[in-house]
């Protein structure tokens, strides 16, 4: 590529510190420098606006891999990070925050150029809630506790005194992917540093850019040499190669469901710990007696916030058949608003897809309900000649053993159905192989709460949708994953209990 000539036009909108950045062949960071890959190779980040070159990264792979989990050991066992204290570990991820925060604008900016999604949506939220989960996670880094515990077997009273230690679980292998680029770094790296590993960060080859720049802001924040390392390139090669490396410890995941098998598979070998984060086909149920404009509002959101590509996006929706007609025409009404464009346009209100693969996936899914039989309102089709862009959509007419019905999209394209009875209404929002999260709007707070209790998912949002906080834990049931991110549950996934006895008389 020649950046100079060939870039997306975009650029031009970005601050000239930040085209400057853009313009410079990106490394990656391990052992606290910057360093081209081994193999010298680089490969080409797109616009998905515009179709056209952001950036030049370094392709990392196995070889790369290597040399960044040898860093990270050295950095647990060797490093002054085992020698830190928790209160000030705890500081540097605090500061980490702070300088998500300080760099608002710019990290925006950049996640919306290489993301697409508006810039006024990784503004408001990717970024903050990036820097709030380090802010979050800061706060663990001193409650990292054991038990004391009595014990009874062979002992008489006091003869031993037990006690668990929460260890680090050590060098741990972290891969994720591109539909929130900052946050999905945020969510792995906070919790892997509160409980004091190290880490290598494997970026989707999509959207690597907000990570290269959160390494900077890393070294600002003056973590050692080896604490984190980031990786760019290519799933099949540097993924699978950290998901396979005999000295990582664990590996925690987020992505496909079928990317989620291979790295059980590469695990397993050695029986690595794994956690991951999958896919997602929720519910998102509105009762007769739901205050209907918020629940109308609230069903648009869920499917559409982030151009669908959200893996709890509510993009099953039953509604009861008293008001079906009224909600679906109001969610139609509300996608056909929708302003599609470059996510740096002020008046944007849904960027494209993020790569010609996901817009080829979802154009797919498309034909595939119109093929079945289901009926579009409103979208059904890409839009436009350049960019990834697919129309806002609601599929009615469908049936439960339709692709769209029961594959997860992962766009912005919703499967509504009216019930009558609310038992055949919870075993069809239960039927699925997923079980992530769920939607109940309905004015009656009891019966709110006996469908959240029956519903087969990791998060039941009542009257609202897509509340994520950094205190609250997030994952699912079935085959969404293993584990939970965020809150205080995320961070067993990065510990292990060490039970020490002593025999005290
Ligand atoms: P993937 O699961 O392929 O990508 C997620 C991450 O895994 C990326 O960093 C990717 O690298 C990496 N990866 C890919 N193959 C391997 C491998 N063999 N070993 C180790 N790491 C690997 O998701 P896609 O981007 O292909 O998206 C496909 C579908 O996955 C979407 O349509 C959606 O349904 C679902 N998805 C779910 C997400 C969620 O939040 N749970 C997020 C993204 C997608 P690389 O980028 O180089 O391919």
Request: negative net charge; contains cysteine.
């Amino acid at each position: 590529m020649n950046i100079a000539t060939d870039i997306s036009p975009t650029i031009d909108r970005v601050s000239s510190a930040l085209q400057e950045w853009l313009a410079t062949p990106r490394s990656m960071l391990i052992n606290g420098d910057w360093v081209k890959a081994e193999s010298g190779k680089n490969f080409t980040v797109y616009d998905p606006a515009t179709e056209m070159p952001l950036a030049s990264v370094a392709e990392g792979d196995s070889a790369d891999i290597d040399i960044a989990v040898r860093a990270a050991r050295h950095a647990l066992e060797q490093g002054p990070w085992g020698r830190i204290s928790p209160s000030e570990r705890g500081r540097m991820i605090h500061r980490i925050g702070d300088l998500i925060l300080e760099n608002l604008e710019e990290l925006a900016q950049l996640e919306s150029l290489d993301n697409g999604k508006p810039f006024s949506v990784a503004r408001a939220a990717d970024v903050p809630l990036a820097a709030d989960l380090f802010h979050y996670m800061s706060g663990w880094a001193t409650k990292i506790e054991g038990k004391t515990i009595p014990i009874s077997s062979l002992a008489a009273p006091g003869q031993y005194h037990t006690f668990t230690r929460s260890e680090p679980i050590g060098v741990v292998g972290q891969i994720i992917p591109w539909n929130f680029p900052l946050l999905m770094a945020a969510w792995k790296l906070g919790p892997a540093l509160a409980t004091g590993c190290t880490v290598v960060l494997k970026v989707a080859e999509e959207t690597p850019l907000s990570a290269l720049r959160l390494g900077e802001l890393l070294l600002e924040a003056d973590v050692p040499p080896g604490v984190v390392n980031i990786i760019t390139g290519f799933g099949e090669t540097a993924g699978a190669a950290l998901a396979a490396h005999p000295d990582v410890n664990k590996i925690a995941f987020t992505g496909s469901t079928e990317v989620g098998r291979m790295i059980v598979q590469a695990a397993s070998r050695d029986l690595k710990k794994v956690s991951l984060e999958l896919g997602g086909k929720s519910p998102n149920i509105i009762l007769g007696d739901a205050d209907i404009e918020s629940a109308i509002q609230g069903a648009t959101d869920s499917i559409f916030f982030n151009q669908g590509q959200c893996c709890n996006a509510g993009s099953r929706l039953f509604v009861h058949e008293s008001i079906f007609d009224q909600v679906v025409e109001g969610v139609s009404a509300n996608a056909g608003k929708v302003r599609l464009g470059v996510g740096l346009d002020q008046d944007t209100d849904m960027g494209p897809l993020v790569s010609a693969v996901q817009h080829e996936r979802v154009t797919e899914y498309l034909k595939s309900g119109a093929e079945e039989g289901a009926r579009a309102i409103t979208g059904g089709s890409a839009h436009g000649d350049r960019g990834y862009f697919v129309k806002p959509t609601v599929l009615v007419e469908t049936n439960p053993s339709m692709k769209v019905v029961c594959e997860e999209i992962f766009g912005p394209v919703l499967v509504a159905n009216p019930f009558k009875d609310e038992d055949a209404m919870l075993k069809e929002a239960n039927n699925s192989i997923y079980g992530l999260a769920a939607g109940v709007w309905t004015s009656n707070i009891a019966k709110a709460h006996q469908i959240s209790n029956q519903l087969k998912a990791g998060s039941v949002w009542i009257n609202c949708y897509h509340v994520f906080d950094a205190a609250v834990p997030f994952g699912g049931y079935k085959q969404c994953g293993w584990g939970r991110e965020m809150g205080q549950a995320v961070l067993s996934n990065y510990l292990e209990t060490k039970a020490i006895t002593a025999r005290i008389s």
